[in-house]
């Protein structure tokens, strides 16, 4: 049983890998990135997730490697706390309780039993950065309460914060100043850019700041696309500054190489520029890498460098300038329009992607699987061009057919609206395109939805829209008098007194189709198409409808834009019960008979699950969210939880998840969750052992243990078959060079003959001669009958004192006789 404390809101797959720099390990063999709740650690050469750390409480803000050893982790969280972890094998050593909000970690050789933090103390925009001192204790969990002023007023971005010249100052930007730290003199100097409005200073700000690892330079990026180099900063009248210009935006992120040699920048043009000596004209491009690079960061060997990039992944680089890996998480489009949906082959949850793509995102391994271009049209980033938009999405036919919506609009009159049908091609495991309609319905489309009924052969998608009418469209083999080729065609449009068309839904079992349109509902038999009944509450505008499943399918909800929640029984064609709530996504499980409803409050969201039977909630959870929940979705888990009390049982056969405002994809976790939210395998790595192929197999390279269940298995079998690896023809197939082999139908007589049992084929001895044998049979015939008379011997257990004997029965010599005398010479024509 599940205490009520246990169940919490956690970040869960798909949490942003770019919120903050990337770390590489010491030997760049893994990288590790902030996600959510949680740090991930990469295999810089397979992509794959080695292991995640769990253990904070809130938003993990910053990770640093331990200094003084490369095999250990430093992380922060607005937990409050800094915890060292062991990365290799994925195991918290000490968590220090600071009991502030930490936004970002940074650590120093220098500093031994220390760490920098930034923190707010008093007001929330003003932050400093301080040194905390880390106590050595045995004891796991430790309070780390001594602070050390470093500098204030600074910017809470860690990129606006860097040191330099091995730790002997540090440098912070924020706005027009730049401010450096000098540890040894403790002393703080203070630089202003021009703030003034004219054109020529309008964008002086600075953006963010990288010190050289060796020498006394500070590099500057600047929100105008320039990039500044100080140097005698030491002196406020002396100092002097060089300019870098490429960009024709702000500046992103830097980062010097490991040497010094090299200044890596980046920003919106999704370009990594390398500039070589930091001079004007020797630098070196990596163009194309799909979105703005937020953040850059350099491995400690100097041989890897990597970006994050707005569209939420991470690109590994060589020192050449060419990508080896890209490690892709859930991408965050501006607007999710389509809403939460789960891929019933792939259980992967579908949305929004890249500007024209829907994305499918494996929970499980919380990791992108493909996206799918459904505009087809070249993207134009341009901030005044009104693009293309994929609007509505819906799979049917499970996961057979998927149905999507585009649009775009200049002006109210100017409307163009497209909607592709798309059928699931098992020989490319992709969704092909089927069908294209041009102006489905002469305004915006509402809501889409197939009919999943099983019973229901011929797929059928009912579209609803503003312009008053549904359509119901049918899929049509006559494409051509072969009835090969099949097409989509709208077989049935109906209406109800020109009002708007909001929602709709099919019943579970297909008979009944419910369309809203504005305040009335209106029920539908989907054989027929007949208005069967309409429900009328004048309680506001439809916004949410749909029907109970398994015991409760003959119940139909729906909530309302005025706050009221209404439940109607089909049966009695009456309101069941009504509600006031606010409600904001309404979700069914399609595992039970369960429906999560979120509701938005003024403190913030609210969640209530419930049966359409009694309006009595089974569970309540206050303030799951300060911000607006936009969307839901109930993903079916491939392994129940076995929750015994009635609040939790609703987590048994599925997982709730909802995305905030702010895209923030979340989900309920108990106290032993993360470990089921992370994949399956949290460790992957390289064996020496050869896959199994079959090569493998045929050389007879089996492991111990399989090699002691053939042979328990041989004890009753007739004939020991020698092992391929004996084989001649085997061996010379194999081992001889490919273009010295003679052609295949050469071969093929000699290569199967080998196969084939020998005549000569013995144990270690033969059967006793006292054997009974047939009557009639003369001597040479029983010499041959002895050849196939065998006895088997265990030759892994030698220390049985005697063998064991296996006499065969004479019907089972019979039948042997008769194979001897099966001729095999058709074999060599081959």
Not at 574 to 583: I, Q, T
Request: with cysteine; net charge negative; charged share 25%.
């Amino acid at each position: 049983m599940v205490e009520e404390e246990s169940v919490r809101v956690v970040r869960c797959g798909g949490s942003e890998l770019n919120f903050r720099r990337a770390v590489f390990s010491a030997d760049s063999k893994y990288i590790f990135c902030v996600s959510g709740d949680f740090v991930k650690v990469h295999s810089t050469a397979t992509e794959e997730c080695v292991h995640i750390l769990q253990g904070h409480r809130n938003l993990v803000t910053g990770i640093q490697l331990n200094p003084n050893n490369h095999l250990q982790l430093y992380s922060c969280s607005f937990d409050g706390t800094v915890k060292l972890w062991d990365y290799v094998d994925g195991i918290l050593i000490k968590t220090f309780v600071v009991g502030l909000k930490l936004h970002a970690l940074f650590t120093l050789p220098s500093a031994e039993d220390s760490v920098f933090v930034i923190i707010n103390k008093e007001k929330p925009d003003v932050f400093q950065l301080v040194s905390v001192k880390l106590p050595k204790s045995s004891s796991q969990e430790i309070e780390a309460k001594e602070l050390s002023f470093v500098l204030d007023y600074i910017n809470q971005s860690p990129k606006c914060i860097a040191f330099g010249n091995e730790g002997e100052y540090v440098a912070a930007v924020r706005d027009f100043y730049l401010s450096v730290y000098f540890f040894k003199k403790k002393t703080t100097s203070r630089f202003t850019l021009s703030s003034s409005r004219n054109k020529k200073h309008a964008k002086n700000n600075f953006t963010c700041v990288a010190c050289h690892p060796k020498e006394d330079c500070i590099a500057t990026g600047h929100k105008d696309g320039k990039i500044r180099l100080w140097r005698n900063f030491d002196d406020d009248k002396k100092y002097t500054y060089t300019c870098l210009h490429w960009h024709h935006d702000m500046v992103m992120d830097l980062a010097f190489s490991v040497t010094g040699t090299s200044l890596l920048s980046g920003g919106r043009e999704s370009v990594l520029v390398e500039w070589r000596d930091a001079t004007e004209k020797n630098k070196e491009f990596l163009p194309r890498l799909g979105a703005t690079i937020e953040h850059i960061s350099v491995s400690p060997a100097g041989d890897l460098f990597c970006t994050s990039h707005s569209d939420n992944k991470i690109i590994v680089i060589h020192r050449n300038l060419e990508a080896s890996a890209v490690i892709q998480g859930l991408v965050k489009d501006s607007n999710i329009f389509t809403g939460l949906m789960v891929d019933p082959r792939t259980k992967a949850l579908v949305l929004n992607g890249k500007p024209g793509h829907l994305q499918f995102y494996s929970l499980q391994h919380d990791k992108q699987l493909y996206n799918l271009d459904i505009i087809q049209q070249e993207y134009i980033n341009d901030y005044g061009l009104i693009q293309i938009e994929l609007t509505k999405a819906a799979f049917g036919c499970y996961g057979n057919w998927l149905a999507t919506v585009e649009q775009r609009q200049e002006k109210e009159t100017e409307l163009e609206l497209q909607m592709k049908l798309w059928m699931y091609n098992k020989k490319t495991q992709g969704f092909v395109l089927n069908t294209k309609v041009n102006m489905p319905h002469e305004d915006h489309i509402t809501a889409l939805c197939f009919c999943n009924a099983e019973k229901f052969e011929n797929p059928t998608l009912v579209t609803s829209s503003k312009d008053g009418h549904f359509k119901v469209w049918i899929l049509t083999d006559d494409s051509d008098i072969y009835k090969k080729a099949v097409g989509w065609t709208c077989d049935f449009v109906g209406s109800y007194h020109k009002y708007q068309a909001t929602n709709c839904c099919f019943s579970e079992d297909g008979s009944l189709l419910a369309v809203s349109f504005e305040e009335i509902v209106t029920i539908w038999d989907s054989e027929t198409w007949e208005l069967k009944c309409t429900f009328c509450q004048r309680a506001g505008k439809i916004r949410h409808l749909c029907f109970g499943r398994l015991t409760c399918s003959k119940y139909l909800l729906g909530a309302t834009e005025n706050g009221i929640l209404c439940c109607w029984n089909l049966l009695s064609c009456a309101l069941e019960w009504s509600a006031k709530l606010n409600v904001r996504v309404m979700e069914p499980d399609p595992n039970s008979e369960n429906i999560a409803a979120i509701s938005r409050s003024s403190v913030g969201s609210d969640l209530f699950v419930f049966k359409p039977s009694e309006p009595r909630p089974l569970y309540i959870q206050k303030n799951i969210s300060r911000e607006e929940v936009q969307w839901g979705v109930f993903v079916p888990r491939d392994v129940p939880e076995s929750f015994t009390s009635e609040a939790y049982q609703w987590l048994n056969r599925s997982q709730f998840y909802f995305l905030t405002k702010s895209q923030s994809l979340l989900t309920f976790s108990t106290k032993s969750p993360e470990e089921k939210l992370t994949p399956t395998s949290k460790q992957l790595l390289a064996e020496e052992s050869l896959p199994t192929t079959p090569f493998y197999f045929i050389l007879g390279k089996h492991r111990e243990q399989q090699d002691e269940k053939i042979n328990e298995a041989f004890e009753s079998e007739l004939v020991q078959l020698p092992l391929t690896e004996n084989i001649p023809a085997i061996s010379e197939l194999l081992h001889t060079p490919a273009h010295v082999l003679p052609s295949a139908s050469f071969l093929c007589s000699k290569f199967v003959s080998s196969l084939l049992l020998s005549k000569e084929t013995k144990s270690g001895e033969e059967i006793p001669e006292d054997v009974d044998m047939e009557e009639g049979k003369e001597s040479d015939d029983s010499d041959e009958e002895n050849d196939f008379t065998e006895k088997i011997q265990d030759t892994n257990n030698t220390d049985l004192g005697e063998d064991l004997l296996h006499q065969l029965s004479k019907s089972e010599e019979k039948e042997l006789r008769k194979f001897r005398k099966v001729d095999y010479s058709w074999i060599t024509v081959l």
